[in-house]
């Protein structure tokens, strides 16, 4: 029984490692998804609270966006306050909003064509205490006032996931493997 237990500790390592191998190789090539432009940053900042509505909203991409479908469509308490067409000026999208544009929670919703000609779309939120038109609003529970995130920490937490998620996975179905041979093999035996 030691020895079955010692090659059975044998086998799940070195399926674990093999797997662990695959996983990492399959990491180390990039994948085409990154060919895609992706949103760096937003003025507003995502989740973020300011003290008035700004005058307009700016959208940071990693590249040159295409104006192929482009729309920002910015939603707040009254609806729709965008103004006008967006405007691309180089990397940065902008969306000039109405003076009409009340305090409260905005969602800005954008649709640009990357570089490589695929769509992007995505939206982020911020909170704003006054609005253009000189209302006010207190921060609600439903309000984001959670620190903003850094989309490249979080794309890094869920890259390393993956890796660990694929040998947690594999070992699993190794040492199934394995517990299913012995047993075939004791009822032989017996
Ligand atoms: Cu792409």
Do not use: C
């Amino acid at each position: 029984m030691r020895r079955l237990v010692t090659v059975l500790l044998a086998l799940s390592t070195s399926a674990g490692v093999t797997i662990g191998f695959a996983a990492a190789a399959i990491m180390a090539f990039p994948s085409t998804a990154s060919a895609h432009d992706v949103l760096e940053k937003t003025t507003p900042g995502e989740g973020t609270s300011v003290e008035q509505v700004p005058a307009e909203v700016v959208l940071v991409f990693s590249q040159e966006p295409l104006e192929i479908g482009l729309q920002v469509v910015v939603t707040g308490p009254t609806g729709n306050v965008a103004q006008g067409a967006a405007v691309i000026e180089g990397r940065e999208v902008r969306q000039a909003l109405s003076s009409a544009a009340p305090a409260g929670d905005y969602t800005v919703a954008y649709r640009v064509t990357s570089e490589d000609g695929h769509p992007l779309t995505g939206s982020f939120r911020f909170f704003a205490l006054t609005g253009l038109d000189g209302s006010t609003a207190t921060v609600g529970p439903s309000a984001p006032v959670a620190a903003p995130e850094d989309p490249e920490a979080e794309a890094a937490k869920d890259s390393q996931l993956v890796p660990v998620l694929l040998t947690a996975a594999g070992t699993a179905i190794a040492l199934g493997l394995i517990a299913f041979v012995l047993v075939r093999m004791r009822r032989r035996q017996s």
